[in-house]
């Protein structure tokens, strides 16, 4: 029989789906914003946490382009919650060597918001313990669709030859030009689907669903399922070898 490829090695960079902060305040008779912000609580202890358990990359779905169907308070208060993270959170994440870098449209965003995103991504460029990247206004499709748009119009401009696109070509002009993929996916709240999130990157990462809501996801239910995926065998397409 053959053996299996067992990495015995813990993911370098873990995406996560943060879902269910809505339902959690729903279910204590709260308003779904108190979730929200609830959340944003939840995700410093995951930050605190993700480089003492050996991930040098963390990225996090926090709006995506689809989250725009919701009720314009919802929408307007998680602009708001994104705001006040960013503002609170600037001088403690430089201190502690994460970079914070976005991915997604900004362009529908407030003005503000995206000047206030800028600036903390300055402000953490030269920081290397971490690199924490936050999704807003963010989905899969779209991102690739925007990419192939560069593509096109670089090829329409002589910049790069039609012989020479393909796969390299299309990934340098992701928003997540520069970042590894992603080794884990994990989505919280019970809900088994990948929401149109990282859907070129994640074409082999290993996948975690929890009924866990987001609110409630801890450090130690994090090492746990990261103890997990070091005994997965991971081939990327690859016969097992005996």
Known sequence: MAAKDITGEQP????????????WATGRGWPRLVGHRRGAERVRSIVEAAPGLGIRYLTLYAFS??????STEEVIGLMSIFARYIQSEAERLSAEGVR???IGGRDRL????????????ERTAGNDRLHLT???NYGGRDEIARAARR???????????????????????????????????????GESRIS?????QSAYAEYEFTDTLWPDFTAEELATILSRFTSR??????????
């Open 12 to 23: 370098a960079h873990v995406a996560i789906i943060m879902d269910g902060n809505g339902r």
């Open 65 to 70: 382009t689809e989250n725009w169907k919701r």
């Open 100 to 102: 914070l870098r976005f």
């Open 110 to 121: 407030d003005k503000k918001l995206q000047k206030l995103m800028t600036g903390i991504e």
């Open 134 to 136: 936050v999704a807003i």
């Open 151 to 189: 593509l096109a119009e670089d090829v329409a401009a002589g910049r790069i030859a039609p012989e020479e696109v393909g796969e390299d070509a299309l990934a340098a002009r992701l928003d997540t030009a520069g970042l590894p993929d992603p080794d884990l996916v994990i989505r919280t709240s």
């Open 196 to 200: 149109n999130y990282l859907l070129w």
């Open 233 to 242: 065998e991971r081939r990327f397409g690859g016969a097992l070898t005996a």
